[in-house]
Every structure is written in structure tokens, then in C-alpha cells.
């Protein structure tokens, strides 16, 4: 079955950038996402993109998807100490309700 | 994006009791889903719950030990039975918008088994 792999951490200074990886092997995925998620609390949809796109950009979000080599990643720019979180990549493929998470990458942003 | 709301966010049981977690959605939704969350894991799916039919369950979860209520379009339940520690979780209600193709999750219910 679909399997997706994030790094488990990361740690970046304050008005650094940061960048999530993701990797997945089902080359059928048609929608991939990012989520947020603080602690106590549910998972918030960051951002999406399609599989025919290269690149999404959002505010100070960047997503870049490489469909031959099956990786996702997620650029945060001027990361402040809010951004501190656990990311999960998701995907799905078109008309299986079937959402296929990673194992989320808690990232901690050093004031 | 959707308004779920989803309570309790957390409660501590005993073991043997079980713990009833609703979902009420803000819109008619068709699809709602209940993910299971274990310490510093990533999401599972339990099961897919339609209105009017019987929930669907994933591999590994039995509708005696999670039955699921879905009465009408906007509200779910999910009861977690016969509580054990390894019950102990964040459980998630989410619905899918079709026309969007996106996942909402509600605050989730931090589940304590003592």
C-alpha cells in the first residue's frame, strides 16, 4: 500500500527558512497536502497542490512537488517561534476518500 | 473550510468504561471519517461513516470495540468500548468536502485510560 515518509524533526533559528521533505511511493496520488498541527489540537489543512503543478506558492508558504522522484516539501519562509508544530504531508487519490498521512516532522523554531 | 466541532477535547476513564466522542459539522456533509491518533504517531483511519448505512472499518478495528452512530448529515459519534490503556489517544472527527477534495479535521478528544 501507499507509504509516506517525513523526517522526524527539525530545528531552525528564528527568520530562518524551513523545509519539510516528504516522500511517497503510490504514483497515482492526485492531491497532496500539508497540515499543521499545534499541541492539544487538531490538524489545520495549510496548503495543497495538485499533481500537475511544479510549485504553489502561499504568503510565506512554498510547496514544490518532484513527481518523478516522488517528493514533496514545504518551504516556510521567515519561520517565527508560531510556526513550532508538528507538519503532516497527506495524500490522496482522486475518488478513494482514501488520505494516506506521514509521520509528521515536529518542527521547533530557537528564538 | 468546514466548522467541526468535536467534544469532549479530553477526558480521563477507567478502564473497562467506555467514552462516547460526538462530531457536529456546520454543513451537510456526506463523508465523515474517525482517525485515531497514538502518542507521537501519525493518523489512522478507524472507519468511514455515512449517513443511512453502516460505518465502514479499516483493517484492525471492529465495529464492537468502535461503533459509530451517523443519524443524519451533520453529526457523527464514535464510541471507543470496553477501555484498555492502549486506548489511550487523540481521536479525530474529519470530513471531506467533494467539490474541494480537502481533509477538515476537528480540535480532536484526548483520551486518557487510567
Known amino acids: 500500500g501507499e507509504d509516506v515518509e517525513q523526517s522526524l524533526f527539525l530545528s531552525v533559528r528564528e527568520g530562518d527558512s524551513s523545509v519539510i521533505n516528504c516522500t511517497y511511493t503510490d504514483s497515482s496520488s492526485t492531491y497532496l497536502y500539508w497540515y499543521k498541527q499545534e499541541p492539544g489540537a487538531g490538524l489545520q489543512l495549510l496548503t495543497y497542490i495538485f499533481s500537475n503543478m511544479d510549485m504553489k506558492q502561499d504568503q510565506r508558504l512554498t510547496v514544490l512537488l518532484n513527481k518523478k522522484d516522488k517528493h514533496l516539501s514545504l518551504r516556510i519562509a521567515d519561520t517565527q517561534t508560531g510556526d513550532s508544530a508538528i507538519y503532516f504531508c497527506?495524500?490522496?487519490?482522486?475518488?478513494?476518500?482514501?488520505?494516506?498521512f506521514g509521520t509528521g516532522t515536529r518542527l521547533k523554531v530557537l528564538a | 473550510s468546514a466548522v467541526i466541532s468535536q467534544k469532549p477535547s479530553r477526558d480521563i476513564c477507567q478502564r473497562g468504561t467506555s467514552l462516547t466522542i460526538q462530531c457536529q459539522v456546520d454543513?451537510?456533509?456526506?463523508?465523515m471519517f474517525w482517525y485515531r491518533q497514538q502518542p507521537g504517531q501519525s493518523l489512522t483511519l478507524i472507519a468511514t461513516?455515512?449517513?443511512?448505512?453502516?460505518?465502514?472499518?479499516e483493517s484492525g478495528f471492529v465495529i464492537d470495540k468502535f461503533p459509530i452512530s451517523r443519524p443524519n448529515l451533520t453529526f457523527s459519534t464514535l464510541t471507543v468500548s470496553n477501555l484498555s490503556p492502549e486506548d489511550s489517544s487523540i481521536y479525530l472527527c474529519?470530513?471531506?468536502?467533494?467539490?474541494?477534495?480537502?481533509?477538515?479535521f476537528g480540535s480532536g478528544t484526548q483520551l486518557s485510560v487510567l
Open positions: 474529519s470530513v471531506e468536502y467533494r467539490e474541494k477534495e480537502k481533509l477538515f
Open positions: 461513516a455515512n449517513q443511512g448505512s453502516e460505518a465502514t472499518y
Open positions: 497527506a495524500v490522496t487519490t482522486s475518488g478513494t476518500y482514501k488520505y494516506i
Open positions: 454543513s451537510q456533509v456526506t463523508m
